[in-house]
């Protein structure tokens, strides 16, 4: 064969030969084929998606909002901090204020309220309601299972020394917790006394539903407040209407496509949550979503073989004995 045969076959060769070992290390799909997956450094695994091929259904629709002073991932108005595959969202929600004069009189006010779609609901489990203040009380109310619903709490302090530094128990701050099946809040704030007698040091309240951790309360909490705008909240995420069950009878609706995967029943809000099987890890809700774990590649479980070689599997690994033995090489084994 003659050089100008063979060069351009090699030129092929080599081309494929570079291409596989990439293709073979991609990581597997997190969102449909052709679909945007990334905003900014926020990764959007299907559900949820920007465009209509991309969702599974409206209510999983997010905004990507590229400009010139940076990206934004937006669920209706709020930003999204990460969306996760364990069926939790996270969001920067605008926190409520009410600020008055020292004569008494009101000086501002912002008061906020979140209405989600189906199949999102707000985390009773991760967030909690907090107020803070000297002279306040706050609310929150809504609508939860075709009923209408309200709790808060109230907190009062009469001078600095009242406050109590670390703990959020009625002097400064006061906590509670948000009923399950509420994807309808609204929250509002009031004062018994328009802050006149505190205000020196404190003359505004505040009001918000947030991950649990995202506020520790303080004394400069009063001052640090002023400048917060927002604070995360958790949105637990569902698929589909009813139980895993009952979704498991319809194999046109049935969300859970990866043969590895493994339906879930949510203790809020509609619907239910794939999962993928243990041994693999990747996007239940995609047809070839779930992937084998190379649990080889694990330096702790590598670990469980000791001495021995370890050889992946499908769902699982080994650590197969070497000649002349018999057993289960792993270090809890029998030899
Ligand atoms: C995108 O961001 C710009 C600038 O921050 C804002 O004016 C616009 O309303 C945003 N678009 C959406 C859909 O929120
Ligand atoms: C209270 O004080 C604010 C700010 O100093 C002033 O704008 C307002 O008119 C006062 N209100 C009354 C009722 O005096
Ligand atoms: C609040 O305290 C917890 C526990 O000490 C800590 O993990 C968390 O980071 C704190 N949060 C903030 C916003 O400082
Ligand atoms: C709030 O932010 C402004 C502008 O960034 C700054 O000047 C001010 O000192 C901040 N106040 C507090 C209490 O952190
Ligand atoms: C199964 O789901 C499909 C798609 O949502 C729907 O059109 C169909 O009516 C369902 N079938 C039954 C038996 O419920």
Redesign the pocket.
């Given at each position: 064969m003659s050089l100008v045969v063979l060069l351009p076959m090699m030129i092929i060769f080599f081309f494929f030969a570079m291409i596989k070992p990439a293709l073979s290390q991609n990581l597997p799909a997190i969102a449909k084929p052709n679909c945007v997956d990334r905003c900014g450094n926020i990764s959007i695994p299907y559900p949820f998606g920007t465009t209509e091929n991309c969702y599974e259904n409206p209510s999983f629709m997010v905004v990507c909002n590229e400009t010139s002073n940076g990206t934004q991932l937006l669920l209706g108005n709020m930003p999204i901090k990460s969306i996760n595959l364990d069926g939790q969202l996270t969001v920067n929600k605008l926190i409520g204020h009410v600020c008055y004069h020292r004569n008494g009189s009101l000086a501002s006010i912002f008061e906020t309220s979140t209405t989600l779609t189906t199949h999102l609901t707000i985390s009773n489990t991760a967030n909690t309601v907090t107020i803070v203040g000297c002279d306040a009380y706050g609310f929150v109310s809504g609508q939860r299972l075709g009923r209408s619903y309200l709790t808060g709490c109230m907190t009062t302090c009469y001078t600095r020394e009242d406050l109590m530094e670390g703990s959020c128990t009625g002097s400064g701050c006061c906590q509670t917790s948000i009923p399950q099946n509420v994807w309808d809040m609204d929250i509002d704030l009031g004062s018994y006394r328009n802050y006149t007698r505190v205000w020196d040091f404190n003359d505004c309240g505040y009001a918000f539903v947030a991950e649990k951790?995202?506020?520790?309360f303080s004394y400069q909490s009063l001052i640090d407040l002023k400048n917060v705008t927002r604070l995360p909240m958790v949105i637990d995420w569902a698929i589909g209407n009813g139980t895993c069950k009952e979704a498991q009878m319809n194999n046109t609706s049935y969300a859970c496509l990866s043969s590895y995967s493994a339906c879930n029943e949510t203790k809020n809000g509609n619907g239910y949550r794939c999962s993928c099987i243990k041994g693999y890890q990747g996007n239940p809700y995609l047809v070839d979503g779930c992937t084998d774990i190379d649990e080889c590649k694990d330096p702790v479980l590598k670990q469980l073989c000791g001495n021995y070689e370890c050889v992946n599997n499908e769902g699982g690994f080994d650590c197969p004995c070497p000649k002349g033995y018999h057993g289960d090489g792993k270090k809890t084994g029998v030899f």
């Open positions: 951790n995202a506020f520790n």
